[in-house]
Nanobody, 121 residues
Framework: QVQLVESGGGLVQAGGSLSLSCAAS????????MGWYRQAPGKQRELVAT???????NYADSVKGRFTISRDYAKNTLYLQMNSLKPEDTAVYYC???????????????WGQGTQVTVSS
């Protein structure tokens, strides 16, 4: 099972930027989809952005135009560039690889340990 390690979180003022990284223990080329989720205190985990290995991306409406998801296949790393941050972006951010079929074998889903992002007003 792939291991995912996030980094790059921290404290930033509203309007600032942060770049999150998610380093995978294996090649990410074969992962059809990878994504970033976040969970704020007292709230459910929500999807932030996804990336496919065909190059398509998808964003939650709340982050469109401010966040950018990308992959570096040479470094086996998923990124999330976050600009124009708002206090409501405060959450623990998680990297995720969903389960997918490889022939008849269903690979297990994987989550990173999370990285805290705090945006002050």
């Amino acid at each position: 099972q792939v291991q995912l390690v996030e980094s790059g979180g921290g404290l930033v003022q509203a309007g600032g930027s942060l770049s999150l990284s998610c380093a995978a223990s294996t090649s990410i080329l074969s992962f059809t989809k990878m994504g970033w989720y976040r969970q704020a205190p007292g709230k459910q985990r929500e999807l932030v952005a996804t990336s496919t290995n065909s190059g398509s991306t998808n964003y939650a409406d709340s982050v469109k135009g401010r966040f950018t998801i990308s992959r570096d296949y040479a470094k086996n790393t998923l990124y999330l560039q976050m600009n124009s941050l708002k206090p409501e972006d405060t959450a623990v951010y998680y990297c995720h690889v969903p389960a997918e079929y490889r022939g008849t074998y269903l690979t297990p889903p994987a989550w990173g340990q999370g990285t805290q992002v705090t945006v002050s007003s």
